[in-house]
């Protein structure tokens, strides 16, 4: 146990992961590995200031703790700074992984579900260039604090990914597939979707046509439509963007008119898949926040001291990539939820736009963009052909009222090999996802 | 069989700020070590963090040479170098201190705007690659970076602009005048020069009008014919101002890369002509190319190609010389842009100024570009200056005429 400074909140947080990997480039093995790490984040915060120190070497960690705390000021009454009330006290439950534990699996056993796909990929002649890896993580978290709180909290992702390079008659097309779930078994569905790329990605090879750049309606996957919500609209709502700055809040005051009213977002971080948070990184637990509900701001995303800045509750949303950075408010599984019609009336509701299928990248700031993979011309309501995007955009603030149709289904996605990047910490699991989105007058270069 | 060790310190001090208040002051040091074993053309690689571990490592890399990872190529040996880049400038304390002097100097001089921290680091890392072979590459290099982003106490978004610096030295009257220049300019609004082909500058380390050399000069794209590029070595693609290099040392990389191979100043394009991809030892030894030193591995992985590192080697011109007395923009902030498949590039700019004798004289509505990579690094290219952009500054001025419209 650590001895704790008084007069200064104090918490540590201690990370154990096991990861594996397996890497193949064009079918030769590249990496085939487990890792071990071990690692702490050491906080102190004497309520105007915070001093962080991260160290490999886990019985430096007391050292660590009597280090910044000489580097900060005492308060006899840090108890009822608010930041700190916002904090856990007391023990909470262990949090464990419940299913088949990702470090029972042998080595072998994942690197044969990832070299079962080979023959498919290599039957392709127009497949020039391939490489795939199949990864997956087990950490195991402990934080204690001054408090008294203390949480255990295992977590685990796994998943793989096809990166391919098509080229026939001059083209080529960089498409992939990816699939990641909590539980190697739900890595069962990959075969399809890897199946599906190949034959999309072919027709778009061959078949697409470039888009004359103007403004369109534009259909967002579940896919397009979850990058479209994090980037333009999620990033907006972490409150650590609104310390300070009354401009934003007034700009971004709950209760403010977005878009039409079967128009609602959410974060929540106990949602299964790579955004899976049931506790933050001060052992606050998730909350399913709306961010946005009936087509108005709702709410906010939290860490404890941005809602006691705001006077708001925590919402388990202070998150960092690993042990060498403090946690920030991050979103989880941030998506649509359902909406007001069939993916079939929505589509028919088109005359003359585009669908979005998958997106290379995507980012927000007042102007969000995302870059298009495979994209589709939609005429009359129907899918008339595969079409060349280089990027669509629109401003933050216009764009919600510009939604004018959401499909009642939700389907969530989860990744591996990428993430969420804020500042200098990426990549970090989110989940992604949504129903079908339709927004008109969307620009398209 | 050969051993190798391979190992990265990090020795960081950072300072947060976050709505034009100090928040935080962070240090680390994290050391990484891996161990590779080469034996009869097959790699096993294994590694720890922290100080304790070199047994078990070793155990576990020799281990895993049963895995039968293909490694059909020389491991680097027999070469002694070591080079220091840089100096430490700031300690924790030292930068903590500076940081609360700019931001007061910023909040006294520019109240309309909310300050927080882009980056405000300054540290040390230092890698040795090792081996029983003789191999003993040393590199330290010193950097710091202190970048503040800014926005509008009236204004909605996250973030309204950015600037910093991250030269070789430091001066906080340079960085201030830097500032200074950017926030007045944000102030004053500015229209865009007539005409649909405008000349365009960037950064020249911005990786969005390069990401396309990133891609399609990676070796194992390159030559399997997948890239745009692909079988066009030696033909002359591009405008005869454009040499493409390896640039380890103004990335900030260490003079080796993974595998021991100090690619400095290879060139993949020399002007204008294709001259060879980017990759590390296996790549190059699978399709004949040489390796360009561009190997990258995670401590404890194998090496594999990585970032290509590359530099476009400045002109002859100022930047003044440049620009020819004729207004210009200058993109700060262009997220989400890309290139297709076939080269075209089209990106929205969030962020530009009006730059009028050498100066940016305002600021631009939201902007659209868009070009072809052979447009705009062939008859399109202006070239990268033979200054840097401020005193402070590594970046030089890249520039194209491009397509603008609002």
Redesign the interface.
Known sequence: MYKFPEGLFCDVRTERTRSS?ASY??G??????E?D???AFVRVYDGR?????????LAAVQGEIDRLAR?ATPDPKIAENRTVRNLPSGKTEPCLVKGRDLRSIPLAEKNAFLTSFFPLVAAEPAV??W?CFYSDNFTRKEICNSKGGSLVLERQLCGARFNL???EGG????EGANRAANEFADLAGFGADLKSCLAKSLDFLRNSK?VE?GKYTVVLSPLAAGVFAHESFG??SEA??M??????L???ALGKKLGPEFLHITDDGARPGSGFTPYDDEGSPARRTALIKDGRLAGRLHSARTAAELGEEPTGNARSIGF?F?PIVRMTTTHFEPGNMTKEELFAGVKDGLFIDTI????G???????PSLAYFIKDGKLAGPA????I?GSV?DTFGQIDAVSDKVELLSFVGGGCGK??QHPLPVGFGGPYVRVRGM?V? | MITEKYTIIDDEVSVKIAGSAMESLRAKRIKRTGLRVYDNGLIGVSGWMGEEGEGEALKRAKAALAHKVPYPCEPGKALKREEKEGKALFTAEELDAEAAAVLAALKKDFPQFVFSSAGIKSGTRTVTLSSDAGLDLRSSVSSYSFGLMYKLGTSASILDGWFGADGPDYDRAAFLANASEMLAAHLKPAELPAGVKLPVFFEDSDELVRMIFGRELSGMNYGSGGSLFSGKAGQKLFSEGLTLVNGRRRHRQPFFDAEGTAGEGFAYIEGGVLKAPFCDKKTAGRFGFAPSGSAHAEYDGAPATGPSCAEIKPGPKTFREMLGGQPAVYVSIAGGGDFTSEGAFGTPVQLAFLVKDGKLAGKLPELQLSSHVYDMYGRDFLGVSSDVMTPLSRSRWLGFLMNVRK
């Open positions: 990997l480039l064009k030769e093995l590249r990496d085939l590995r890792r790490t071990a690692g200031r915070w001093y962080y120190s991260s160290v490999t070497d580097l020039t260039m490489s390079t098509f080229s083209k080529t097309l960089q470039r750049p990033h907006k650590d963007f310390l300070g700055d009354e401009g934003m007034k700009e971004w060498e403090e290379k990248h995507g980012s700031m007042s102007t969000f963009t995302i870059a060349q995007i280089s990027v955009s603030f500042m200098e620009s270069l």
